[in-house]
């Protein structure tokens, strides 16, 4: 088997799956893109097999510490024990991210469920190569009505792939109802603008409806409008939903009227609506899509954030709520905490930590691979004036 040596000190004998270009000894034996490879330390140790591209900037992501193929065996053996663990986890096994990538020891494989429907997202070349497998192993285990493949991704472009979205097994559901937390939402997983929901966020959804109740409410970067149903459902006093993009308010509005709620839904930017409004709110979510994808905009992102807490602050009523969410992992927990706090002195406000938010139990973190922690979020409440 071809392979690759690997220079001491890189991430891999830390816990890591990836090997950048840069931490490269030598390759032998002529790897192919897409090839499974060994991989050897440079006393000629081995330290596994995983899947080559050397298109792209990681140039190797480990699938197994010992010899492995990508075979038929391979994919259903995984995949059942990712199912596995979702039932075990106590997440709904009918609506949840079945498979993530190398949380799942699958690099590059995004499996979403819902009920009968699944949603399939191969973003490395190999996993790309050998999708029909993967979609065999799929129907074989779970039995779908139908799997789409939503490749429609920015990373396929590191990997040296073209976007596609198509059925490519079954018929295309159309739109459809799923539910969670009590809460409709109307779902069309070919055409729609998302993959469906954001499933990582159905436990944060839960959490802010308990402070929701008689409470007047501003949710922005509303996409679908998951957390402004939430509060609309646990009883709030009025909701004003903001987002960009004139897709996700139309679904929020179909989903408020499918739900049976009143939602001010307002198609705007969410800077301007913070910079302008006149209003207080008593509970304000800021869940915006990441601002960075790499550690050359981190600062520009923090920034961004600064300014849309700063904003969100004072707009809050005394004793008033701030519940804000962060989906890139360049930006950590402890930056991110440290941002809300800067914010609150430029603000004049003091706030106390009610609550830590994290991605739901069906995107598994593994402490080795900081990528796979990506979600974060805090829940303030204002302390009385001092």
């Known amino acids: 088997?071809?392979?690759?040596?690997?220079?001491?000190?890189?991430?891999?004998?830390?816990?890591?799956?990836?090997?950048?270009?840069?931490?490269?000894l030598k390759t032998f034996g002529s790897p192919e893109p897409g090839e499974v490879i060994s991989m050897k330390d440079y006393r000629d140790r081995p330290l596994g097999t995983a899947i080559y591209n050397p298109e792209s900037q990681i140039v190797?992501?480990?699938?197994s510490r010992r010899k492995q193929k990508l075979d038929a065996e391979f994919f259903n053996r995984r995949i059942s024990q990712s199912i596995e663990l979702r039932k075990s986890s106590g997440v709904d096994p009918e609506l949840c991210r079945l498979v993530w990538s190398e949380s799942d020891a699958l690099p590059g494989v995004i499996v979403d469920r819902y009920g009968?429907?699944?949603?399939?997202?191969?973003?490395?070349?190999?996993?790309?190569?050998?999708?029909?497998?993967?979609?065999?192993?799929?129907?074989?285990l779970i039995a779908p009505k139908s799997i789409i493949l939503r490749n429609d991704s920015p990373m396929l472009k590191a990997e040296g792939l073209e976007q596609e979205i198509k059925m490519v097994y079954g018929e295309n559901p159309g739109a459809f109802v799923v539910e969670a937390n009590g809460i409709q939402f109307e779902i069309d997983l070919l055409d729609g603008q998302k993959t469906g929901l954001y499933l990582d966020q159905l436990d944060a959804h839960a959490a802010v409806m308990k402070w929701a109740k008689g409470k007047k409410v501003l949710d922005c970067f509303c996409n679908q409008g998951g957390f402004a149903l939430a509060c609309a459902k646990a009883g709030a006093e009025s909701v004003t939903a903001?987002?960009?993009?004139?897709?996700?308010?139309?679904?929020?509005?179909?989903?408020?009227?499918?739900?049976?709620?009143?939602?001010?839904?307002?198609?705007?930017?969410?800077?301007?609506?913070?910079k302008n409004c006149e209003e207080k709110y008593d509970l304000i979510i800021l869940d915006p899509p990441s601002f960075t994808r790499n550690k050359k905009t981190l600062n520009d992102a923090m920034r961004g954030y600064k300014e849309i807490h700063l904003r969100g602050l004072k707009l809050?009523?005394?004793n008033g709520i701030?519940?804000?969410?962060?989906?890139?992992?360049?930006?950590?927990?402890?930056?991110?905490?440290?941002?809300?706090?800067?914010?609150?002195?430029?603000?004049?406000?003091?706030?106390?930590?009610?609550?830590?938010h994290s991605?739901?139990?069906?995107?598994?973190?593994?402490p080795a691979i900081p990528e796979t922690e990506y979600l974060k979020g805090f829940t303030f409440q204002l302390t009385p004036s001092r």
Request: charged share 25%.
């Open 60 to 63: 190797a992501r480990r699938i």
């Open 242 to 274: 903001v987002d960009i993009s004139e897709s996700a308010i139309e679904a929020t509005k179909r989903n408020a009227e499918l739900n049976g709620v009143e939602i001010n839904a307002i198609k705007q930017n969410a800077f301007d609506y913070l």
């Open 359 to 366: 991605q739901r139990l069906d995107h598994p973190v593994l």
């Open 316 to 318: 809050l009523e005394n």
């Open 322 to 356: 701030l519940s804000t969410y962060c989906c890139s992992h360049h930006a950590s927990r402890e930056l991110f905490l440290d941002n809300v706090v800067k914010a609150s002195v430029d603000a004049k406000k003091t706030v106390r930590l009610i609550a830590n």
């Open 116 to 140: 009968d429907h699944l949603v399939l997202q191969t973003l490395t070349l190999a996993m790309h190569i050998n999708k029909q497998i993967i979609i065999d192993a799929l129907v074989e």
């Open 1 to 24: 088997m071809p392979g690759i040596i690997i220079k001491p000190r890189s991430r891999i004998y830390h816990g890591h799956d990836w090997v950048y270009n840069s931490e490269i």
